[in-house]
């Protein structure tokens, strides 16, 4: 889940952007607790879990952001560091602009006529967003072709 949705009050205003979110935390979910690979996940690595687990996402993208480039940790880990991160600063600028550009005009102002198309323009730009960054990385780090290939089988 979003954020914003955890520690949402009564009235939150469900919007794309924690949609867009929570697809974000299910990839960092699916790398930091990927359990194959060729080494074991390092203590950063774990500390990350660890926030996850205990709902401090705040915490969890800190170390994220802090995690050595070249430091001993998971295969998957080096791969996807630097698309989570570039991801994370997407869904960052998206939920300000959702701030500005449909939350300051007021819950008493927000309406369909107003809200829906709003609604949709951010969920279609976020689909975008996600789909650059995945470009962006796809050959040199996410890409089939990108990683050594699978494990042979016994």
Do not use: C
Not at 45 to 64: C, F, N, P, Q, S
Not at 65 to 81: A, C, E, W
């Amino acid at each position: 889940m979003s954020r914003a949705l955890l520690e949402a009050k009564q009235g939150h205003l469900h919007s794309p952007v924690d949609d867009l979110e929570s697809f974000f935390w299910v990839a960092v979910w699916s790398v930091f607790f990927n359990k194959e690979g060729t080494k074991e996940h390092s203590d950063e690595e774990k500390d990350i879990r660890d926030d996850l687990v205990g709902g401090r996402k705040d915490a969890a993208m800190r170390g994220v952001v802090k995690l050595m480039p070249y430091g001993n940790h998971s295969d998957i880990t080096h791969r996807f560091q630097s698309t989570l991160w570039e991801w994370w600063m997407k869904v960052q600028n998206r939920d300000a602009a959702w701030s500005v550009q449909v939350l300051a005009r007021g819950r008493d102002d927000v309406n369909g006529a107003y809200y829906l198309p709003h609604f949709h323009r951010f969920a279609l730009e976020g689909v975008v967003d996600v789909l650059e960054v995945l470009e962006a990385h796809w050959d040199d780090e996410l890409s089939w072709e990108s990683w050594t290939g699978p494990t042979p089988l016994a």
